[in-house]
């Protein structure tokens, strides 16, 4: 039981120090540690340029820009190529984020419901800015009435309930996988815990992909309008 409580203790996130007023807690440190780690992987990644015939880090860098490529098209048609930045930051940033956990003691900020409420809330926030430049205020404002004006309020409690269902979805997985690997390694450290590791690289990777999916599905909502069918995503091409 003493082991147990140390487990959850060392998920719980912790003050660590203070700017000011402001606590700085573990969480927010581990989020820096590892938008440091991505600049660093994008810098080495990215330093030698890029070449007309893809070689070294850069076919894995194609491969995944042309996964996201593909993903937007089947949504939103070819004009949803111009969404890449949004998507693709999403995608790698989710992915660093879920993986951290492989760094020896340290703790995946995505296991703190704070940190993916927070980034639940500035998507879906961009969401609704990138909604608004396609149709410019007015034009935002009445895609919530279709495909008829009865809908007005469902779609406005729909947009209200996504950050929630982002934020809660991806804490509750990664909480628990980080929880269940951390009981087997007290259980058996010498067995149980690297296969599970080895299961947790690909959960991470599916979670990572599952905020990225519905992201994009959010943007084409927001772009075509509520029950707009794939009108506006075949006009893209």
Known sequence: MQQ????????VRHEVFHLGPVVITSTVVNTWIVMLVLFAAVFLLTRGGFHLRPRGAQVVLEMVAGFLY???????????????PIVGTVFVFFLFLNLSWFIPGFIPPTTDIMTTAALAVVTIVIVQLVGIRAHGAGGYLKHFAQPVAIMAPMNLVEELVKPFSLAIRLFGNMFGEKTVVSILAILAPLVLPVPIMMLGILMGAIQAFIFTLLTVTYLATAVRGHGGGHEAGEGGH
């Open 70 to 84: 593909s993903l937007l098209e089947n949504t939103m048609g070819r004009q949803g190529r111009r969404y890449l």
């Open 4 to 11: 147990l409580s140390e487990v959850m203790s060392h998920l």
